[in-house]
């Protein structure tokens, strides 16, 4: 009986854990941010969140999403401020098949004030965007 209870714990555990939030009452919102690092401690975090950075310097990112991205790729598209198309970095693959957050980094090669755009791939969404500065 104790085996049963036991094993009833555990598989109630997983399914509990594994459910996916509806995405009104997650928490998330759509959220683009830049930072000169991860967080060694939480890896979900950046370090030395900033708009203004080095050129040449890796800048890392974090795009958080109210809905689930449901793995998508992730596109960072990066403009001028005053609009005219710069470049857009090569996709990102997205190791989860579901979640709200994607890390990862970019770095440029040109000082100058930017916006950079988070899309998801998969039916090409918007997220979010933020205006930062290479110096």
Known sequence: ?????????ILLSVVSCSKKSDSTSTGYSNKLTLGTGLNATNPFELTGVSTTFPVST?????LESVDDMGGS????????????PYVTVPDF????SY????????????KGSYKATGILVTGNKTIASINFVLN
Do not use: A
């Open 93 to 96: 693959d997205n190791p989860s």
């Open 73 to 84: 790729k992730v596109r960072i598209q990066v403009d001028h401020q005053d609009g005219t």
């Open 1 to 9: 009986m104790k085996k049963i209870l036991f094993l009833l714990l």
């Open 99 to 110: 979640g709200h957050i994607f890390l990862s980094g970019f770095s440029l090669p040109d």
């Open 58 to 62: 890796t800048i890392f990112f974090r």
